[in-house]
């Protein structure tokens, strides 16, 4: 291998567990500066929570809602041409057309929005007794698939409730992604239940790297986030992850070892597409 493959086959990955409060001032603030911190210790690809400048909760995303180009994602512009690193702008709620969506700008190095990543699956559950959340009362479903390349490995987006459905990481591992990100505010229900193991199954089921950034714990909040922002690799094996704290979490993404782990177990190239597909029905 070449001294520059070498170079690309491996970076730094930083997850921000930022404490959300109601003061979008504030938010835009502290992510700005945590951006820093986390390129000032190497990180090229940064990766911001679900609802990372509003509270997390139907009542607020009306209120906290902006167009795109708008006040955050000219924040996030500018942090990441500042600190030279691809930015996942976590989410925010976003209006467009009389219609709100749950919405991760991505951002590259020049400051330029790549994409933006509309959630897919609305949170829409009931346990009784325990948590009931209906995200469509208030937003609409995003359409479209979304992947960006770096110089090191290609991307997929999803957001929170995303990670949940299986066909959707298989079609990013599909169309070559080696990391998935999934900006996701999981809950004291189903935090400890599911978080953790969704993202193993996710990495495991694709032999990708796959990154979770959730909002730090806020028990005086409506919705209580459960934290644990973690990053997973191709083994299935958490490599990197927190408590409840507002931290910062690193990891090192090594694209010679994801591929050293899909000759090893073959999965990858043994699926009997004879049999059976995943396939999208809608051109993203
Ligand atoms: N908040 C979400 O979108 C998803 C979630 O909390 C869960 O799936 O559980």
């Known amino acids: 291998m070449s001294t520059l493959a070498k170079a690309m086959s491996k970076f730094r990955l930083a997850v921000v567990q930022l404490h959300v409060t109601s003061v979008k001032a504030d938010n835009l603030s502290k992510a700005r500066r945590l951006i820093r911190e986390a390129a000032g210790q190497g990180s090229k690809v940064v990766v911001l929570p679900e609802c990372f400048n509003s509270p997390y909760g139907t009542g607020f995303f009306q209120e906290y809602a902006e167009r795109i180009p708008g006040e955050s994602t000219q924040m996030l512009s500018e942090a990441a041409k500042e600190n030279g690193v691809y930015l996942v ?76 459905f299986a066909e959707m990481a298989q079609l990013y591992s599909k169309m070559g992604c080696e990391l998935l990100v999934y900006p996701g505010a999981f809950n004291m229900t189903t935090g400890p239940a599911h978080w953790e193991l969704l993202q193993r199954a996710r990495a495991l089921d694709n032999q990708l790297y796959v990154a979770t950034a959730s909002p730090a714990r806020d028990e005086t909040s409506s919705y209580i986030a459960w934290g644990h922002s973690t990053v997973v690799n191709p083994w299935g094996e958490v490599i990197s992850s927190t408590g409840s704290e507002e931290a910062v979490v690193y990891a090192e993404i090594d694209l010679q070892y994801l591929a050293d782990v899909r000759q090893q177990i073959p999965v990858t190239v043994q699926r009997r597409d004879d049999l059976y597909a995943v396939k999208p029905v809608a051109e993203s």
């Open 89 to 164: 702008g976590g989410s925010i709620p976003e209006e467009d057309g009389g219609k709100l969506y749950n919405t991760c700008p991505v951002f590259g190095p020049d400051g330029t929005l790549l994409l933006k990543h509309r959630k897919i699956h609305l949170f829409d559950i009931d346990v009784p007794g325990k948590i009931r959340f209906q995200e469509s009362e208030t937003l609409s479903p995003g359409s479209a698939f979304s992947v960006f390349e770096t110089p090191f490995c290609k991307v997929g987006v999803g957001i929170c409730y995303d990670i949940r």
